[in-house]
Every structure is written in structure tokens, then in C-alpha cells.
């Protein structure tokens, strides 16, 4: 597999010792104030604008960018903000919720395989098959609806096989030239707090509330052990997670961005070269055109 995750303090190792008791949700000191996080972000915007189209031109790679994190941690602010004045024609988000009745009939990768993106473009998953192993693992009620022949407490090894599964997913992805970027974005349970209330003190964001999302917070600790095993079973060269401190916004999207535009800087990509034939007919072509 020729692609590897470009190095970050925020990568989540390969070998297992990550614990998400060491990860902070706050910023790094000197990693710049509001204003100096927002015009580097421009920057970055711009330069992402152009790997975009190289990458489309080039056409041979395809991007899948996955975003887990607790509600509230800001991921659809995130996409939004990174990907803005990206040619919309050369990018994808889907949003993964509660899985359909024809979904559930399908093994769990089903649903996500679908929306893979093509070669040339950027797929973004607004959380994905890893619910799998986070959600329902705090919930393993859910996998009544899944028909299984089996269940974790028959197989002692039930979430290992699930990873099993991600990893074998994500290792044929890579060597078919699908470069996988993986954000957990790591919010604090106070920081949340904070923007749940904001979104009952201010109207403009009551439509963002849902009660579901204080019940599922009363779960927190149980999630964060099911984030803290995914991270650290699943982080790999070719398909790594970046851990990225979720606390202050605009240095979360920033620090997205640059690790984006890090890895895909990192692609042997270019402009396809025009066949010589075709080329050397481009002086007889102008004539034409100016002659009209």
C-alpha cells in the first residue's frame, strides 16, 4: 500500500497505546488565537480548492474523509467550513442515521459501500460504519433489528470480529487507491454541555436540539471506552484517525484542513500530459479558433 498518514501530534498511533484519557480537547499552546486560525484556514480552503481539481484530474485516487465524534463536537460546521468554494461537483456527503429496514438486511457495510467515492473524488462520511462499534456497542439492544444468527454474548470475540471486519474493508479499499483520512473529533462532556444549553437559550438553534441527545449523553463514559478501543484497534498507516481537539472550533477546522491538504500534498498527482499528437496539433487548432 503506497499511501502512509503524513505525521501529526494528533495521529493516533499504530501499535495499540493510544488512551483517550491522554487525549485533550483543547488546543496545543501557540496554536494561534480565533482570527489567526480563521485566515489560515482560508488559505487552506484555497489550497484544497486546487488538490481538488488535480485530483480529479489526475484520476486515479479516490478521498474517503470520516468524521466520528459525540453530538455537538461540530462536524457538520467542520465540513461545511473546509469545504467551502470546493467545486461541488468533485466532492460527496452522506450522513449515516439510524439504518432503513432494507439496510438492516444487508451485512454493516452495506449501506456505506454504496456511497464510496469514485476515483477523482472526495467522499465525506458524517459518521459511518463505525457507528457499528460505537453506538452499538453502548447499545447492543440494536443488534436485534440486525437478524444475526449470533450475538456478543455467544461470541466472546463479537466487536474484535467487527474490527476484523473494518480493518479487511478498509485494507482493500487502500490498495485499491482509496486514501482513507479518519477525524475523531474529541470534545470535552463540559464543552458539550455549553452547546447544548446554547442551543435551548437561542431560537435560531432550537431546531438542533433533540432529546435523545441528553439521553445518549448520560452514556458517556460507556462511549468514551467504545471510542478510546475503535481508535486504538483501528488506526492505521493507510487508514489512520487523527485525534483532533474539539473545544475551540476554529482550531479544529483548521487543524482538519491542514492535515487534508498534508496528505493529499503527499499523493504523486498531477495534471494528466497531453498526448504529443494531440499537442502538436494545438497551433493549427488556435489558427482556426482566432480565424473565426
Avoid at 480548492?49 to 478521498?63: G, N, P
Avoid at 463505525?130 to 466487536?159: C, G, I, N
Amino acid at each position: 500500500m503506497e499511501f502512509n498518514a503524513v505525521a501529526s501530534p494528533f495521529l493516533v498511533p499504530f501499535d495499540r497505546s493510544f488512551s483517550i484519557s491522554q487525549a485533550s480537547s483543547n488546543p496545543p499552546a501557540g496554536a494561534g488565537d480565533k482570527h489567526q486560525n480563521k485566515a489560515r484556514l482560508k488559505d487552506l480552503v484555497d489550497e484544497l480548492r486546487e488538490l481538488q481539481r488535480v485530483l480529479y484530474a489526475h484520476d486515479e485516487f479516490s478521498i474517503l474523509l470520516i468524521f466520528q465524534a459525540m453530538d455537538a463536537a461540530g462536524k457538520d460546521s467542520t465540513i461545511r467550513n473546509v469545504f467551502t468554494g470546493v467545486n461541488p461537483a468533485g466532492f460527496q456527503v452522506f450522513s449515516f442515521k439510524a439504518p432503513s429496514a432494507e439496510e438492516l438486511d444487508h451485512d454493516f457495510l452495506w449501506r456505506t459501500s454504496k456511497r464510496l467515492p469514485e476515483r477523482g473524488r472526495i467522499g465525506i462520511f458524517n459518521r459511518s460504519y463505525y457507528e457499528e462499534v460505537l453506538v452499538v456497542r453502548v447499545h447492543p439492544e440494536f443488534l436485534e433489528a440486525q437478524k444475526l444468527p449470533y450475538s456478543p454474548t455467544d461470541m466472546p470475540s463479537f466487536w474484535e470480529d467487527r474490527y476484523a471486519s473494518i480493518l479487511e474493508h478498509e485494507a482493500h479499499l487502500a490498495r485499491s487507491g482509496t486514501v482513507i483520512l479518519k477525524f475523531w473529533l474529541n470534545v470535552s462532556k463540559e464543552k458539550q454541555k455549553e452547546r447544548f444549553l446554547s442551543r435551548l437559550d437561542e431560537p435560531e438553534k432550537n431546531w438542533k436540539f433533540s432529546v435523545g441527545d441528553v439521553r445518549e449523553r448520560g452514556h458517556w463514559e460507556e462511549y468514551m471506552y467504545a471510542y478510546d478501543q475503535m481508535l486504538k484497534v483501528t488506526s492505521r498507516p493507510w487508514a489512520p484517525w487523527y485525534a483532533i481537539p474539539a473545544d475551540d472550533k476554529p482550531f479544529m477546522r483548521r487543524t482538519v484542513a491542514e492535515l487534508i491538504v498534508q496528505n493529499l500534498n503527499s499523493l504523486d498527482m498531477a495534471y494528466p500530459q497531453v498526448d504529443p499528437k494531440e499537442q502538436a496539433r494545438f497551433d493549427e487548432m488556435r489558427s482556426i479558433l482566432e480565424q473565426e
